[in-house]
């Protein structure tokens, strides 16, 4: 059972590059999100997803895209990467909504864009 | 802009003591969790606290809740140095999205 796992762990991009980030969870989680983390700021939600199929805004969705096309997927696009990109990027999945279905997070992308 | 803050942000302790920090939020919540991240890892959950709840024990950690104050803390005790790492609250206003504060860095000096 290998949880909620992310590709790549480490990438260097140039500017105006293009990427995409794979999260892939095995636990049947209805939900997922993708976040950023920047030094002295926290976690900050770029997009998420409550089903195959969907997805909505979270509260840093410029210069990102996602898709759900598989339940166990959720992918993160950058279509043209700036250097304010540059983050630490985490996956997280949730089975369902509710107190009691907590959360799962990835290890983590490191991304570098110069 | 981020629902939770912090304080301190930075914390120094000698093992054996007790490491206290605490959470204020913005907007009315369902529950209230506190997560620990090692550096360069990933982030790993400690404690939930659900609305209606005032404390709530897990092991050595202490949370409490106070929702006419929009508040929360954490307390560590008898703190070991493998205690060393960020700590952050998250609020989950509908059960279903998290939003995080800047964390706190707790040091455990030997």
């Known amino acids: 059972n290998a949880g909620v796992t992310q590709t790549p762990k480490f990438r260097v991009l140039k500017t105006g590059q293009s990427m995409t980030l794979l999260c892939a969870q095995d636990m049947n989680h209805e939900y997922m999100y993708w976040y950023r983390q920047d030094p002295g700021m926290g976690l900050r939600l770029i997009h998420y997803s409550v089903g195959e199929g969907t997805t909505a805004k979270g509260e840093v969705p410029d210069g990102y895209n996602v898709s759900r096309l598989k339940k166990q997927n959720f992918l993160l696009g950058l279509e043209s990467a700036a250097p304010s990109q540059t983050s630490v990027y985490f996956c997280?999945?949730?089975?369902?909504?509710?107190?009691?279905?907590?959360?799962?997070f990835g290890s983590g992308t490191r991304l570098t864009v110069v | 802009s981020q629902q939770g803050e912090e304080d301190p942000q930075a914390l120094s302790i000698q093992e054996g003591e007790n490491a206290t920090m605490n959470c204020s939020y913005k907007?009315?919540?369902?529950?209230l969790q506190w997560y620990r991240q090692n550096s360069g890892r990933g982030l790993v959950h400690l404690i939930l606290i659900r609305s209606n709840e005032r404390e709530k024990h897990s092991g050595r950690l202490r949370v409490t809740l106070d929702t006419s104050k929009k508040s929360s803390s954490l307390l560590i005790t008898a703190s070991r140095a493998a205690d060393t790492a960020s700590y952050f609250c998250a609020t989950d206003a509908l059960d279903y999205k998290l939003s995080f504060g800047a964390g706190t860095t707790v040091t455990v000096r030997a």
């Open positions: 907007t009315s919540i369902n529950n």
């Open positions: 997280a999945s949730k089975k369902q909504r509710g107190a009691g279905y907590g959360y799962t």
